[in-house]
């Protein structure tokens, strides 16, 4: 009877997607998990590789246990199809518009049907990776984000790491990036990074928080202490600022890393007391000897695939929908309802896509998601506890971003010779001068100008930069200019959401996968207690 | 210091090494089964491996395949992310270069 279900593909097995595989599965809904990774987890629960063989892999995350029965109990699930080391690089609306609902056609109604999912399974970027086509009844999208880091003199010499890398490689790889670590940005993040380099066995000489003491406090007011308590976050925190105190590793905040120095590799960062501005306080420089440096000042949402699917974002700042006419648009969420639907037919939206607020709230968004995506009930009684928890999490978001934004002076670290575009190497005088033209500053123009996101990562690292620093240049929000047949310019606008070769698109899809249930995911044994 | 992998058996997790090689550019390098390309040539000490259009030297930066900094070529697929890849045991590298707005291959642009 499987074909009578409803069929829910979910991109991503982070804490989001995970969770939505979970609750749709238990509407009784036939289900497609699907990850770019060997193993879900995400980023939160990131696992070892398999063949680490690791005894005790519960030694380096919060919430190790819990995690790993709904891992076992989604992937053993028989209706649950697990696509490992899959890539979803292209969503494809299934009825050109004016096709859809014709009269007397019969079956569900066309505008409100999910996007065709095309995914490539194999090894990352090899040539050989097979195709597979889904046409889900839904689409829960749970792609998460990744670090945001602004440029600062030096940022692309090796040995910078974004935070996240550095956690990648001592949680994933038992990797320690080195011996004299400084840690530097903006946000919570900071300290679960510091703290897994010094399990790892690095040194970490100083975490930085840009944002002053006031800024903090403003906030992180008492109530949103109490916030972070209900999303279950309180006592992560705080069991990370007891271990910073242990190991003696100095949290400064109000300081940041403005330059970087080294022969070929980070050798030296200079870092600076700020205003709330982020403004450099003069004088305050001082340098320090490292061979490592860590940063993150917040993460970016992955919206290539909300894009295609045609979702609406809001600006995150001002909470108004951003319409893609503003090419500055930098912190943008994907928008969702009271049941995680998105403004696109059949398409929900779980997790750091829709606002960052830590794997907790991705969790209750994901189960939120996946429940309706099935077509569970709504008004579910169970449901209760989850909107609850949902709405704190949205909340936990706006303090969250209150108390770690981007102070607007920082481009005052940049000199002309700062590299903006890690892939073509344009650097800010190059972007000042393409602004500066009677063109204006219109992101394509820009564009061509300096090439500044047309390299390998279309933008994805300096996209939000390069937007921001746009509009400023060219004093206040720049409006795109319509091109005719061109929908408006956009950072993250990317039709293609990942690399392919060109000889795996001309090879025909295979059949969509099937459930089958590899040898590596035993169903939970029994003996393991709840706790 | 460069970065190294935790000692096996210092490491809390309790795991196990399964000894691999790979080749980079001709030179041997000694990882274990489970590391990304990435994390294999890390922990043997290089922190760089690529060159950006200037020249300028490009490792890891992001980590998690999204920056496109760690481009390698193993065997003869081009253009991979040495941080997503996981290395096999006789994998054969060759690092990159960005020469002008191109992608050379490494045997192109031997002068
Ligand atoms: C590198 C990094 C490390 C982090 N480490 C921590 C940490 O240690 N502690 C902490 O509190 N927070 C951490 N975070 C924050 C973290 O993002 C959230 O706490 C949480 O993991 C978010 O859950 P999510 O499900 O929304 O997204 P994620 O956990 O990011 O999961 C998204 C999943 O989608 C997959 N995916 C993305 N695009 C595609 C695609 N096109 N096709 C197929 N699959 C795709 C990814 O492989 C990933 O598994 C980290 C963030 C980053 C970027
Ligand atoms: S380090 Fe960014 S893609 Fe590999």
């Known amino acids: 009877m499987t074909l009578c279900r409803v069929h829910v593909a979910v991109v991503g097995a982070g804490p989001a997607g995970l969770a939505a595989a979970e609750a749709a599965l238990r509407a009784g809904a036939r289900v497609t998990l699907v990850d770019s990774a060997e193993n879900p987890g995400g980023q939160y629960h990131r696992m070892l590789p398999d063949a680490y063989a690791a005894a005790r892999p519960d030694q380096l995350q919060h919430g190790w246990r819990a995690f790993d029965r709904r891992r076992r109990r989604v992937l053993a699930h028989p209706r649950c199809t697990w696509c490992p080391e899959t890539v979803v690089w292209a ?113 970490v000489l100083e975490v930085l928080e840009a944002n002053t003491p006031a800024t903090l406090a403003r906030g992180w007011s008492r109530r949103a202490w109490e916030l972070a308590a209900l999303t279950g976050k309180a006592g992560e925190l705080r069991a990370y600022v007891v271990d910073l105190a242990r190991h003696r590793v100095p949290y400064r ?113 994901g189960t939120l998601a996946g429940w309706i995506a099935a077509g569970g009930d709504p008004a579910a009684p169970a449901l209760r506890s989850v909107r609850r928890a949902r709405d704190q999490g949205r909340a936990f978001a706006r303090r969250l971003a209150r108390a770690h934004p981007i102070g607007p002076a920082w481009p005052g670290w940049l000199s002309p010779g700062t590299v903006i575009c890690r892939c073509e190497g344009t650097d800010y005088g190059a972007l000042r001068r393409a602004v500066a033209s009677p063109a204006g500053a219109a992101a394509r123009v820009t564009k061509l100008a300096t090439r ?80 | 210091m460069s970065p190294r992998r935790i000692p096996v058996d210092a490491d809390a997790v309790g795991r196990r090494e399964v000894p691999l090689r790979i080749t980079v550019d001709g030179e041997p390098l000694d990882g274990i089964a489970g590391q990304t390309i990435a994390g294999v040539l890390l922990a043997a000490g ?66």
């Open chain 1, 91 to 203: 969503l494809e609306h299934r009825f050109p518009e004016g096709e859809l609902d014709s009269p007397g056609d019969p079956g569900p109604p066309r505008s409100s049907q999910a996007p065709r999912v095309h995914l490539l399974s194999g090894p990352p970027d090899g040539g050989a990776r097979v195709r597979h086509v889904l046409d889900p009844d839904a689409l829960v999208l749970a792609v998460g984000a990744h670090d945001r880091v602004l440029p600062f003199p030096g940022w692309e010499l090796p040995g910078v790491f974004t935070a996240g890398a550095a956690q990648a490689l001592a949680k994933g790889e038992r990797v320690a990036v080195g011996d004299r670590v400084v840690v530097a940005g903006t946000g919570p993040f900071l300290l679960p990074v510091a703290v897994s380099l010094l399990e790892a066995g690095a040194g």
């Open chain 1, 253 to 365: 905040c109000g300081r940041a890393v403005v330059g970087a120095r080294g022969e070929g590799r980070v050798e030296e960062v200079v870092s600076a007391r700020l205003r709330a501005d982020w403004s450099v306080v003069p004088g305050s420089e001082r340098s320090t000897a490292v061979d490592a440096l860590c940063v993150s000042h917040g993460f970016s949402p992955q919206l290539e695939l909300p894009l295609a699917a045609g979702c609406a974002l809001r600006d995150a700042a001002s909470g108004r929908p951003a319409d893609g006419e503003r090419a500055s648009a930098v912190d943008q969420f994907v928008v969702v309802d009271d049941d995680q639907r998105t403004t696109a037919p059949g398409v929900f939206a779980a997790g750091e896509i829709t606002g960052i607020a830590g794997a907790p709230a991705a969790r209750v968004e």
């Open chain 1, 452 to 531: 500044a996101g047309l390299g390998p990562c279309q933008g994805r690292i300096c996209g939000p930069t390069v937007a921001e620093l746009t509009a400023r240049l060219g004093n206040g929000p720049t409006v795109e200019r319509p091109v005719a047949g061109l929908p408006p310019a956009t950072p993250h606008h990317r039709p293609l959401a990942h690399p392919i070769r060109l000889g795996e698109l001309a090879a025909p899809p295979q059949p969509p996968p099937q459930p089958d249930h590899p040898s590596h995911v035993p169903p939970t044994p029994t003996k393991e207690t709840e706790r």
């Open chain 2, 46 to 111: 290089r922190l760089a491996w690529r060159r950006g259009p200037s020249g300028a030297p490009r490792g890891v930066f992001c980590g998690i395949g999204v920056c496109f900094d760690c481009l390698v070529s193993v065997g003869d697929e081009r253009d991979v992310r040495a941080c997503r890849r996981r290395a096999r045991d006789g994998d054969v590298i060759t690092t990159q270069r960005r020469v002008g707005n191109g992608f050379n291959s490494p045997s192109e642009e031997e002068e």
